[in-house]
Structures are given as C-alpha cells and as structure tokens.
C-alpha cells in the first residue's frame, strides 16, 4: 500500500511540472522579450581607487587627495560630499585620476561621495579629528550585559577616592557576572574604567522585581556620611532567598556596599522549635514604595523617593517573623520624603486630614533633579500637579507644594525627557518632544535660567528625524545633546551633537559620526586641556566604536 502512495506521489510531482514547464512555455510563446529595465540611465565610468585616506584622520581645513577613474568627463558637473556636508573642491589639483578637495568646516566623521548627473559614487571613510574624542585610554571593554534582557546603565556616583559606582538593569559587567554571582546592577570601577570588586562587597546586588537601580546616591553628610541611598526595582539585594525578598525598590548601603542592616532579637516565632527564627536581619533603612524608583535624593537627614508607585511602606516589626513580614501602606503617589530610619515625613506631600498624599502628577514622572536649596523640579508627560496647571515641569516648594514663583510658565507642548542642572553656569537645560517652551519655539532643546525662565540668548535650530532625549551642559557651557535625531537645523548630526551656550553647533566639538541609543546621565571631570565626561546610558554605538553603555569623551578647551 505504501509503495503504491509514493508512487501515485510521484506522478502527481511529475504532472505538476509537466504542467509548469508547458505554462512558461506558453508565455514565451507569447513574447516576454521586451527588457524591463530598458530605458534606465547609463552608469558613469566612475570609480574610487583609494579605499582610505592618507592620512587615516583628518582635522577641518585638511586637504585630502583620493585616487579615482573616470573624472575628467565630468569634471565641471560633479560635487563632492563628507558625511552629507558639501565640500569645496580643487578643480587645479583635480584631473582623470586625482580628486583634491577641503574638509568642510562642519564635517563629521563619515562616507564620502561624489554625485554628478543623479547618482553617486561613494568613496572611502573619513575619520575627522576635532576637539572631542572618545578617551582610548578608557578601560571599559565589554561593558554592562544581561543575559534576561536589557543591560542598560542610568547612573553614576563619583567616590571621594576618584572611583565610580554604576548603577543600572545588567547582570554582568566586563563579562564577570556568573549565575552564582551576578552583578545585579551594581559594580565599582577604577579612575581609568577597570572593574574593581577592591574593597567593595556588593555580592548579588539587586534582585526580585525588576532587578535594577536606577538612581545611586551618596551621603555626603551626617550621620550617615559615606554611605548610600539605591533606588529602582527590586525586592532584595545579595541573596535568592524567598523569605529574604522584603525590600520594596529603594534602600541604603554601606560604605562599601553591602546592604546596611540590623539584628532584631526576640522576634515572634511561631516555630518555637526552630530557634534560629527567634532573631532577624533586616534593612536598617526601613522604608519603601509599591512601584520602581526612578531617581532619590539626598537632603540633609533625609531622603526624597521619586517614582512610579502609590504607596509608602514601612515594616511593622511587632507582627513580623522571621519569615513573614507585615507592612504598614500609607497612599503617597509618586513622591515622598523619609528620615534615616526610614520613617515618613508628614510635612512633605501629605494631608494630614485625608491621611494621604495629594494627587501629584497627571501623567508619568520621567526625570528630577533638585537644587541647592532642597527643592525639587520634575519633569515628564503631565500637564498638571496637584490640580495646578504645569506642563511638563514643575518646582515644589520644600512642603511639597507647586512653588508658583518657578517661572516656566506655560512650560513645554510636549513631553520632557531629561532635565539637568550646572552649579557652574546656574542654568537648566531640558530635552524631549516638544516644540514651544513658555512661548518660545523649541524643538527639544531648551536653556533655562534657574528660576525657570527662559534663556533668551539661546535659540536652537530645528531638529528633524527624531528627537532629543537628554541633554547636559558642561563647565563651560557647550551642551551635550543625544537622541534618535538625524538632522540639527541644515547639518547632518546622527543622534549627537555638542551646542554653545546660543544654541549654535559648536565648531570643532561635531567631528563624531553616528550615535545610536540613549544617554540617560553624565558626569564630567576638569583636566589640563579641557574636560573628561562618562556617559551612561543604552548607548550602542558611537562613532565606529561600540561602548557597551559606557564611554568617556575627551574634550579640548
């Protein structure tokens, strides 16, 4: 029987390409001669011979010589390129076989072509030196990882020794992590970027939830002086163990790491027989929130906690065991500010007769920062706090009201990324999707005044091809802007940029090519020659390099 299948199988395959064959058979009967490209233009008889430059990295002004075929037909009717950036060309020094022409002043790293009559030839690389480089002596190689998912890095805290800590959502760095032994979103580097576990014993870190921190913050003060307040997604730090899952996404470290914690004695245990359960470790910062954290501040002896969440925890060490905790909920949405044992502060985004905090943002908090005098501005997708109108920002008084002498305004039309503040300059500066700020056209990028004002000196150009998703400004006031953007005002900027204080593209800082991902802080050290700045972030490529979510930058005065 299945002899005969198969071979009742095989002639059904053979009658269907009988049929096959006599059907295209039939159409070429019927005169499929014509060519349907006909009438396409003729290629040019252009070619590159170079496939570098010589030299391999060029500065503005640079003359540049490659070697070609097939100019000379066409050498009044052609234009030459650098990374979309229109070149002046040398037609004394240009012939047959040679193609001389300038760096343009706003070139950036990037392909190099030649068009004439409609089409284009491109040339090799050019590698564009300029007052910002990446650091190649920069230690990070393999940067943060995760094996479960995103392995981004959102912060980093600077240590009096020089040393970094990072903070993000990876589970190895500089492929160190193990199984066994994760870096669960935390890990210490040297001053030159090496992985360092010297003095530090951050063990598992960050585990449960979301496994990440997302803000680091260092005591400068106090009591508490050296230590650290993290905030983020988790439910534990440095163990696995169900019963050992009671943090609720924000806690403090020691010095050197390790959870900072406390021994209760004389516990209730409702297993008498097993008398190790008669005491317990815990956090010694005993607070917490129902949803992730997404920054923390530190203000004299307390603590600020924004985020996602609706509700302020705090154990309640009377019913809890060893292996049951029971928690106190208190409805504070959004924000709220805690003492060093963890402790709430009633005078801070709380009504006293309700017994919960007031309505806050209308939409999502996307970014804080706070300044000097301990208020807070937020920013993000609401366009109201607390009943008041604010479109997208907002300053709170220290009671956690909206502080109505902040002068933004109608503040943006559209939603705000990042926001940062330079002690240097005193001044603001946002990024997002918006384009007006308090009246002022702004296509993602604004420059503030400290009261919220706007800068009336900087007037940015339109961004087009995406938008800006963070932006910093340096000592000396130039502006670091990254984002999925392809085009500042008439220029060719893949995703980076560096402005001055107006608002113009700084000439000599935009020698980089493209940029791809997202920067979500920087930190910036003065040297001899100009300045060191760490991004962190998702950042996937920069230039022709691939960061790993860590790089530095070398800029020159």
């Known amino acids: 029987m299945l002899t005969n299948i198969k071979y009742k199988f095989k002639l059904y395959l053979l009658a269907a390409i009988s049929l096959t064959t006599v059907f295209v058979s039939c159409e070429k009967e019927k005169g499929l001669t014509e060519d349907p490209y006909a009438g396409g233009k003729k290629p040019l008889d252009i070619t ?20 070609v075929k097939g100019l000379a037909k066409y050498i009044n009717d052609f234009k030459v390129y650098v990374n979309e950036v229109e070149a002046e060309v040398d037609l004394k020094s240009s012939n047959d076989s040679t193609l001389t022409f300038k760096i343009p002043v706003n070139a950036s790293t990037g392909s190099m072509w030649i068009t ?24 990070v190689i393999n940067g943060a990882s995760n094996t479960t998912g995103a392995s981004t890095v959102y912060d980093i805290e600077t240590l009096p020794s020089g040393r970094y800590f990072l903070g993000g959502a990876f589970n190895s760095f500089e492929l160190k992590g193990t199984e066994k032994l994760p870096n669960g979103g935390i890990v210490q580097l040297l001053g030159d970027g090496t992985y360092s576990t010297d003095a530090v014993a951050f063990g ?28 983020g997604s988790f439910t534990s730090y440095n163990s696995t163990r169900n019963n050992r899952q009671t943090l609720n996404n924000v806690a403090r470290l020691n010095a050197n790491g390790s959870l900072d914690s406390v021994i209760l004695n004389n516990i209730i245990n409702p297993k008498p027989q097993e008398t190790y359960k008669n005491s317990d470790t815990i956090s010694a910062f005993n607070a917490g929130v129902d949803g992730f954290v997404r920054k923390t501040f530190v203000f004299g002896e307390q603590v600020y906690i924004v985020g996602n969440f609706y509700n302020y925890k705090r154990m309640f060490l009377p019913n809890s065991s060893y292996d049951d905790k029971v928690y106190d909920l208190t409805r504070m949405r959004q924000m709220v500010r805690v003492n060093m044992d963890g402790s709430m502060d009633s005078t801070f985004h709380y009504n006293k007769s309700t017994r919960q905090s007031a309505v806050g943002a209308n939409g999502v908090i996307l970014d804080a920062m706070m300044q000097t005098d301990g208020k807070l501005i937020l920013v993000g997708t609401f366009s109201s706090f607390n009943g008041v109108q604010a479109n997208r920002i907002v300053r709170l008084n220290l009671d956690g009201s909206v502080d109505n002498g902040f002068s933004a305004g109608s503040g943006a039309n559209g939603d705000i990324y990042s926001i940062r503040y330079n002690s240097t300059t005193n001044k603001i500066v946002v990024a997002g999707a918006f384009t007006s700020f308090n009246g002022k056209a702004s296509s993602g990028i604004n420059l503030l005044n400290a009261d919220g004002t706007n800068v009336s000196t900087f007037n940015g150009q339109i961004i087009t091809g995406g938008i800006a998703s963070f932006a910093g400004q340096l000592n000396n006031g130039k502006i670091i802007v990254s984002g999925s953007f392809n085009k500042y005002g008439d220029y060719l900027r893949q995703g980076f940029m560096v402005l001055d204080a107006n608002g113009q593209l700084a000439v000599g800082y935009n020698n980089t090519g493209g940029f791809q991902g997202y920067v979500y802080d920087m930190l910036e050290t003065a040297t001899a020659t100009g300045s060191q700045v760490i991004l962190v972030g998702d950042i996937l490529r920069f230039n022709s390099s691939l960061p790993h979510n860590v790089m530095r930058l070398n800029f020159t005065n």
């Open 48 to 67: 590159f011979i170079s496939k570098t430059t010589d030299p391999d990295v060029l500065r503005v002004g640079d003359v540049l010589s490659l070697k």
């Open 116 to 139: 004439s009559q409609g089409q284009s030839f491109f040339g090799p690389l050019v590698k564009i030196d300029g007052k910002l480089n990446l650091d190649p002596t920069w230690k």
């Open 204 to 231: 598992k870190g960050a585990g449960g939830s979301g496994k990440a921190i997302y803000s680091i913050n260092r005591i400068a003060t106090g009591s508490y002086a050296g230590k650290f307040i993290i905030g």
